[in-house]
């Protein structure tokens, strides 16, 4: 986030001090600050204003022209894929790295934002051993406490009190609109997941480009062409669970359901042969058991019992009826396209008019869908209207009457962006997990929503990631407070904080080796530290990617 976001969104909702930090390595004086006797109320009442300045500039000032998310997507950089060859890395998959050697990685470290842990501002020089500074006692400090620091550095790696502990890899991948599709292998057929990118909305008179992230990734193509940008009719925008709006409660036949107003569902709805009788009542069965332990270990204040059975019912329906469902049990009559196309117009029908639709599939025997109905139209009377309609149509051709549908629905309140990924990936994934690899009726939006497939004429592109860790600084740190050194406690974690910045650059710098793009004594570590290097590498939360919730993926 940065310091305008804390003070503007953040602090007003929290009594407590809320403080930007602008990276890790300066957390250190701020935490001193606050745990400080002496400087904490002073810390505190300056903090506050300085955010009461901040929030009254915001409230006062001019506003930033922005575009419509429309003009957005036609002010995006227009590339010419057909002439670039995305270089294509040695491996697919992920490779763990259990423990980094510590003396590889202390070639990495880049020691400026360590002195400013420490309030030395300036730059460090790596081939000086000086910090760049007009403060010569600040850069005489800063010899001294180099020194200190890298006796520390040489204990812990004689002692191994740190485990360096990592995992990178590479994934097919390809763009859609804003989003970056990341595909099962490399042919491309079967989605596992998609980060959804944000693109600069902000009007810029100076002729570049609005840019996301997805930008930087080949394009799919369709038959059609390239469907970067999918139109403002077809985007589901879903909504989350409101904590501070009320839930309403209601039973038909045998599951409960929750409503919200303006709400996003996960809805299943299957047909009336779909499951054997004894299998909805062994899940009948489990799910009234575990809600009373649940509602028991509640009202005893047993969080853990009562944690775990949450764990159980989530996961019932999945392991009982999901599971069966994909087993294709019954006449499924969906098997018939004819029949699986009925459906399917009859779920679409009415997008946008009465409701929205998301991610959707009509399987064999049932069909899942992201729905989120308008203004004046009740979930339980959309899913009515669907039902009916595709019932009376199907009964007429197959040339019979009487039940097509279970009575009942499952359906689910989207709670927030981790849960929508998650139904949204289930659902487009449903078909390959039944084993219908090439199952037409899937798909995402209304009637023009078809997912996309990887035509001939696409380029193939990939991306990477990568997590590092640096384990037992924490351990470290608390041995040093019990024999009473905070001194030693606070250079333990500076320079941990150092060991996993350092692991960072070494993984990017082995990941760019891997993808073809840049050799192994190409740049200098000075040069690495400085980041001249092609590509980049954004994490979530940082201003291009800001989104904390796809973390998960």
């Not at 078909?431 to 004429?457: H, M, N, Q, S, Y």
Request: charged share 25%; aromatic share 8%; hydrophobic share 35%.
């Amino acid at each position: 986030t940065s310091s305008a976001h804390t003070s503007i969104k953040i602090a007003p909702h929290y009594s407590g001090p809320v403080v930007h930090v602008l990276d890790a390595s300066r957390s250190v004086p701020v935490t001193t600050s606050l745990l400080s006797a002496d400087q904490r109320d002073a810390f505190v009442a300056d903090n506050l204003a300085k955010q009461e300045k901040q929030r009254a500039a915001f409230l006062g000032g001019p506003k930033k022209p922005t575009l419509s998310l429309e003009d957005a997507r036609k002010a995006g950089p227009k590339l010419d894929w057909d002439a670039y060859t995305p270089p294509v890395p040695s491996f697919t998959g992920v490779r763990v790295v259990e423990d980094q050697p510590l003396s590889e990685l202390s070639d990495y470290i880049d020691w400026t934002p360590f002195f400013h842990a420490w309030e030395l501002r300036g730059v460090w020089d790596r081939e000086a051993k000086v910090l760049k500074t007009r403060n010569e006692e600040g850069a005489a400090e800063a010899a001294k406490l180099y020194q200190d620091a890298m006796e520390w550095v040489r204990r812990i790696i004689a002692e191994k009190r740190f485990k360096a502990r990592g995992i990178h890899g590479f994934f097919p991948a390809n763009a859609h609109g804003d989003d970056i599709i990341v595909w099962t292998d490399d042919t491309r057929t079967a989605e596992k997941t998609r980060f959804h990118t944000l693109r600069q909305q902000i009007r810029k008179e100076s002729g570049k480009p609005n840019v996301a992230l997805a930008d930087w990734v080949a394009p799919v193509k369709q038959s059609g062409g390239d469907h970067r940008s999918p139109s403002g009719d077809s985007a589901f925008s879903p909504t989350f669970l409101n904590p501070d709006d009320s839930v309403a409660k209601s039973r038909s036949t045998s599951l409960p359901h929750w409503y919200q107003d303006g709400a996003t569902y996960a809805v299943t709805f299957r047909l009336a042969d779909s499951l054997p009788a004894s299998v909805i009542g062994v899940y009948h069965k489990e799910k009234s058991d575990l809600e009373a332990i649940l509602l028991k270990a509640e009202q005893a204040g047993e969080t853990t019992t009562a944690r775990d059975a949450r764990k159980q019912l989530a996961g019932l329906f999945s392991g009982r009826i999901e599971e069966m469902m994909n087993q294709q049990h019954g006449s499924c009559a969906m098997k018939d396209p004819a029949v699986a196309e009925i459906v399917k117009r009859c779920l679409l029908h009415f997008d946008g008019q009465r409701y929205h639709i998301g991610a959707w599939c009509v399987m064999p025997n049932h069909v899942h869908c992201l729905i989120q109905p308008m203004e004046g139209h009740s979930l339980s009377a959309v899913l009515q209207g669907i039902k009916s309609a595709a019932a009376k149509e199907a009964n007429q051709y197959l040339g019979r009457s009487g039940e097509f549908w279970q009575k009942d629905s499952y359906d689910h309140i989207v709670r927030d962006g981790e849960d929508y990924l998650n139904q949204r990936g289930y659902i487009l994934e449903n078909p390959v997990a039944a084993g219908l690899a090439d199952w037409e009726f899937v798909g995402e939006g209304g009637p023009a929503g078809r997912r996309p497939v990887i035509a001939a004429t696409s380029k193939p592109d990939h991306i990477g990631g990568f997590v590092v860790g640096i384990h037992g600084a924490d351990e470290f740190a608390a041995e040093l407070e019990k024999a009473h050194d905070p001194y030693g406690s606070i250079m333990v974690k500076a320079i941990a904080d150092r060991f996993a910045e350092a692991f960072a650059e070494l993984l990017h710098h082995r990941a760019r080796i891997e993808w073809g793009y840049e050799t192994e004594m190409e740049l200098t570590k000075n040069q690495l530290i400085h980041e001249n290097y092609q590509g980049i590498r954004p994490a979530p939360g940082y201003p291009a990617q800001p989104d904390h919730t796809e973390k998960p993926l």
